[in-house]
């Protein structure tokens, strides 16, 4: 795998600052909220219970914030919420930045996925969403990287597309239990890269998931009147 701090940036910057603002926007205060919300429940300032994703709590009780919060917290600050946030910047940077660090069309990719995850979530029992989030977008890169080699944890070596299935099989031996959460992430990543990678060169390069114009309109004004580029 490349290295996390990348090459470039400004002169004077410290190099976690650095490796910071080189992220593409999307990907760069996803990463600050999830690591800030850790902080803040570390701290007491919040806690889980106020963050899960609840049916009841955001229609009933009007909890909106739930459905935003459920993405955000991936656990306590510890070596595994640092191997989460490696992999939710890694691969949600590198889709951006193949987007052509278009805010427009990966927001739409994010927006998708989060939905479907909160369609799912009742069925499966799952109140944080933030890992089945970033399988979504592992699974979309490993996908469309077919020839791309990576090594886990120094020791295995494979192709792009066994990075879902080596992810799930560790957090099987890790915590014991089957990952329901990688796995949702996994059907609804299936799900945005067959519409979007397979369907179009069977169906004369109809894309029915790519965002409708008032979404480009709003992310990215100056665009709206052309051709943004394509999720690629």
Not at 64 to 73: A, D, I, M, Q, V
Not at 117 to 146: D, H
Not at 164 to 173: C, D, E, R, T
Request: aromatic share 18%; proline share 8%.
């Amino acid at each position: 795998m490349a290295a996390i701090w990348g090459n470039g940036g400004q002169a004077g910057q410290f190099p976690l600052e650095q490796w910071f603002y080189e992220m593409p926007p999307v990907t760069r205060w996803w990463t600050a909220a999830t690591v800030a919300t850790s902080v803040l429940v570390q701290c007491h300032v919040l806690t889980p219970f106020q963050l899960f994703y609840s049916f009841r709590a955001v229609y009933v009780k009007s909890q909106y914030w739930r459905l935003l919060t459920t993405f955000l917290y991936f656990g306590p600050l510890n070596l595994d919420l640092l191997f989460h946030v490696f992999f939710l910047q890694r691969y949600s940077r590198l889709l951006e930045e193949s987007s052509g660090r278009s805010p427009a069309h990966f927001s739409w990719l994010l927006f998708y996925a989060m939905a479907s995850l909160l369609l799912l979530s009742p069925f499966l029992s799952l109140p944080f969403l933030g890992t089945a989030l970033s399988s979504s977008l592992v699974y979309i890169w490993s996908r469309r990287n077919p020839d791309t080699r990576l090594s886990f944890l120094g020791m295995l070596v494979f192709s792009a597309p066994y990075l879902p299935w080596v992810l799930m099989a560790f957090s099987l031996v890790v915590h014991g239990i089957v990952p329901k959460d990688e796995i949702c992430g996994v059907v609804v990543g299936h799900v945005w890269y067959f519409f979007n990678d397979v369907y179009p060169s069977l169906h004369g390069g109809h894309r029915p998931l790519d965002p409708p114009s008032w979404w480009v309109r709003l992310f990215e004004p100056a665009a709206g009147e052309g051709n943004p580029a394509e999720i690629r």
